[in-house]
């Protein structure tokens, strides 16, 4: 069967548990595929290949491409598809079930793409994140408010959590936005394509991610109220008397350096009681 009439006889059903949001605008997934700029020899990893509208112009100028895919009927379509294609790999399984240490020939060398689904892209993000070192660079559309949570500045009313966990790791680049019309189904929201580079060198101190991600979480759990009454849980009143930044101020005042000193202290100096 050619690839023609494996496309023209599949007809899927869209599963909403699964996020599944079908790009079929030429003009953005051209742009896309032009933002990576695959290159022969590059270790190129999509999640959610759906009925594979990246997949193909990527494997074509990329040569080679594992896929990961957790909806069965879409994974047998890819399959037949580019049955003919020695270059095409499929791992169907849950993305956050695989590992990416198996994947890469070494070092920062994967490049991982997709059209995310949005269902589970925040806790796609962070587990992405534990395998930074693995990784080169990353493309993702997901939904516009993620994106630009992910890129806020301080003092932005989206600046919180993933946008300091991001970008200690990450150089956090928004390309381009895309509307619903871009998608079947048409999802409800806006969306945009981002780039996430991993930092080399890091700017920033080494600190282990547990302490930066426990002085995080604690800082934004009440937004309003100031770092004196949020870090309290984190610190000892000795400790809270000589933090480095303004207690007076609240959680999205800091820039991602000053989580990373108090991180420190609280990997030196251990939680309060
Ligand atoms: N890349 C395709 C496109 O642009 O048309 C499909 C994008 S669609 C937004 C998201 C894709 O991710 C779907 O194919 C869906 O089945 C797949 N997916 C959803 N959850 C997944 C998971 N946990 N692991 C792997 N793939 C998943």
């Given amino acids: ?19 599944q949001n079908f790009l079929h605008d030429e003009h953005v997934i051209a742009r896309i595929v032009r933002a990576i700029t695959p290159g022969p020899g590059q270790k190129l990893v999509e999640i959610g290949p759906g009925q594979g509208a990246l997949t193909a112009p990527l494997l074509a100028a990329a040569g080679e491409l594992t896929a990961i895919e957790i909806d069965r009927d879409l994974a047998a379509m890819l399959r037949s ?62 939904q516009l408010e993620v994106v630009q949570r992910l890129a806020a500045q301080p003092g932005n009313g989206d600046y919180g959590r993933l946008s300091v966990m991001m970008q200690y790791y990450c150089e956090v680049e928004m390309l381009f936005k895309v509307p619903p019309g871009s998608f079947t189904p048409r999802p409800k929201v806006d969306s945009a394509v981002v780039r ?57 005042n800091l820039g991602v350096d000053d989580y990373v000193r108090l991180a420190l202290i609280l990997e030196q100096g251990g939680a309060s009681a």
């Fill in 81 to 142: 598809r580019f049955a003919g294609n020695p270059g095409f790999h499929l791992i169907e399984n849950d993305v956050l079930e695989v590992d990416f240490a198996a994947l890469a020939p070494g070092p920062a060398s994967l490049r991982i793409v997709g059209n995310l689904p949005y269902n589970i892209s925040t806790p796609l993000l962070f587990h992405l994140l534990q395998q930074h070192p693995l990784i080169h660079d990353m493309l993702f559309m997901l």
């Fill in 196 to 252: 996430l580079t991993p930092r080399r060198p890091s700017p920033f101190a080494a600190v282990q991610p547990q302490a930066l991600a426990h002085v995080v979480k604690a800082a934004f759990s009440q937004r309003r109220k100031t770092l004196r009454n949020t870090l309290k849980e984190v610190f000892s009143p000795v400790q809270m008397a000589s933090l480095p930044v303004d207690t007076g101020l609240r959680a999205e």
């Fill in 1 to 19: 069967m050619s690839q023609e009439d494996n496309e023209s006889t599949y007809h899927h059903r869209a599963r909403k548990r699964f996020g």
